[in-house]
């Protein structure tokens, strides 16, 4: 049945004027999440929320642009300040989680897994 709605479809051109048609799909690489937490993790991404050290990670790249671009020895001394004390706030976010126990090495999907569902 769901092959024949698709057939009529196309027939009817509804197939045509698609956006991207024509060009790759842009898949994710999940591979590397767990199984458990891919839901999730999809859920965040199609909101457009990232974890804590990937928003630091954004800002910190969007940043040494800025300070490549800087034409001023004044506001180029402000973001590379700004940049130093994100730079710094990360260091800190990866030291706590691994003192903490959330790196991936030493079973990050059980613990977040445990944490988000009870077990």
């Known amino acids: 049945m769901a092959e024949s709605k698709i057939k009529d479809a196309i027939d009817d051109g509804l197939f ?17 999440v767990p199984a458990e937490l891919r839901g999730a ?9 990232l974890p804590e050290e990937m928003e630091l990670k954004k800002s910190m790249v969007r940043l040494r642009t800025h300070v490549d671009a800087a034409t001023g020895g004044a506001e180029r001394a402000r973001l590379e300040s700004e940049l130093s004390d994100l730079a710094v ?31």
Do not use: C, N, V
């Open 16 to 32: 045509e004027d698609l956006p991207g048609k024509g060009r790759p799909l842009q898949l994710e690489d999940d591979s590397r």
């Open 41 to 49: 993790y999809i859920a965040l991404r199609t909101a457009g929320m």
């Open 89 to 119: 706030r990360f260091d800190l976010l990866m030291q706590r989680q691994r003192g903490s126990g959330l790196s991936r090495r030493t079973g990050y999907g059980a613990r977040a897994t445990a944490r988000l569902f009870g077990r």
